[in-house]
C-alpha cells in the first residue's frame, strides 16, 4: 500500500509560479516513472508531465516550457515547478507512478497505480 501526499497549490496570479510536492509512503522500493495529472471539473484527469529513473521527462504539448517535472529518489518525492502560469492552468493536481517496484516485485500500468491522494488546488487567477 502506497500513500500519496501532495502540497504546494494556492492561488495565483497570471505569469506567476508555483512549486508543487508530491511525496508517496509505504511499501516502494523504487519509483521507475512518476506523473503528474491534472482535473477540473467535469473533465478527465489529464497527464502533465513524467519523469523516468535516468532523468527523461515528457510533457503535455499544454505546459512545455513552461512546467517542469524534478524528483528526489532518496526521498521518494516529485516536484512540479510551474511557471508563467495561466487561468486555464486551474486544476487540482494529482501525482501518481505508472512504474515502480517494490518489495514484491514491478508493476507497470497506463493508468496510475497508486490510490490517489488528496490532489492539491492550484487556481490561477487575477
Known amino acids: 500500500q502506497v500513500q500519496l501526499v501532495e502540497s504546494g497549490g494556492g492561488l495565483v496570479q497570471p505569469g506567476g509560479s508555483l512549486r508543487l510536492s508530491c511525496a508517496a509512503s509505504?511499501?516502494?522500493?523504487?519509483?521507475?516513472?512518476w506523473d503528474w495529472y491534472r482535473q477540473t471539473l467535469g473533465k478527465q484527469r489529464e497527464l502533465v508531465a513524467s519523469?523516468?529513473?535516468?532523468?527523461?521527462?515528457e510533457y503535455a504539448d499544454s505546459v512545455k516550457g513552461r512546467f517542469t517535472i524534478s524528483r528526489d529518489n532518496a526521498k521518494n518525492t516529485v516536484f512540479l515547478q510551474m511557471n508563467s502560469l495561466k487561468p486555464e492552468d486551474t486544476a487540482v493536481y494529482y501525482c501518481?507512478?505508472?512504474?515502480?517496484?517494490?518489495?514484491?516485485?514491478?508493476?507497470?500500468?497506463?493508468?496510475?497505480?497508486?490510490?490517489w491522494g488528496q490532489g492539491t488546488q492550484v487556481t490561477v487567477s487575477s
Open positions: 519523469i523516468r529513473t535516468g532523468g527523461s521527462r
Open positions: 501518481n507512478s505508472r512504474e515502480y517496484c517494490s518489495a514484491d516485485g514491478c508493476y507497470k500500468h497506463p493508468n496510475g497505480l497508486w490510490s
Open positions: 509505504g511499501n516502494i522500493f523504487s519509483v521507475n516513472e
